[in-house]
């Protein structure tokens, strides 16, 4: 799989060649509503509750918002369909060795008590963020299809990994 041309967004401010965002806003909406040849937009967000970066194969939204409330924006269907939205199977020898995990969206700044991650973990949610789910609901009313990986807090992506997903 070539990931040339996709767009290439950095929540974490340390992936090279990607466009970095300290939190999702209007920048990452503008980016993602400007249309593009290919459909493909690579997002990396930091996450807590994992110990090594994983590729996101669904996720679960918690964060009690959704950035498609208010007027529609005519790039695509008002309420789109997520299932299937990211793209998880690369057939990549470097991609491929990256577990892949379901992220729990939340609100920025909450962090779950000890209690609240093991219901976390009990509604099958493996890690949790704050930026992803919100660009993916953005990408997916554009048309896009979003590979997502989440890094530990404070830690950074492998340069071959980042290479791959740069489409070098």
């Given at each position: 799989m070539s990931f040339k041309g996709a767009k290439l967004i950095d929540f974490t401010g340390t992936v090279s060649g990607f466009d970095h965002h300290s939190s999702f806003g209007d920048p990452v909406v503008k980016s993602l509503r400007n249309g593009s040849q290919n459909k493909t937009v690579v997002v990396i967000d930091s996450g807590r509750n994992l110990t090594e970066p994983h590729v996101v194969k669904d996720h679960v939204n918690l964060t009690g918002?959704?950035?498609l409330c208010g007027p529609n924006v005519d790039c695509g269907e008002r309420f789109p369909v997520v299932?299937?939205?990211?793209?998880?199977d690369f057939s990549d020898e470097v991609l491929d060795k990256l577990p892949q995990g379901v992220a729990g969206g939340l609100k920025a700044g909450v962090v779950p008590t000890k209690e609240e991650t093991t219901k976390l973990k009990e509604l099958g949610i493996d890690f949790y963020c704050y930026n992803l789910i919100n660009t993916m609901l953005i990408a997916a009313h554009a048309g896009w299809k979003v590979i997502a990986i989440v890094l530990p807090e404070?830690?950074?992506?492998?340069?071959?990994?980042?290479?791959?997903?740069?489409?070098?």
């Open positions: 918002a959704n950035p299932n299937g939205i990211y793209i998880s404070g830690a950074k992506l492998d340069e071959k990994v980042a290479a791959r997903l740069r489409g070098e």
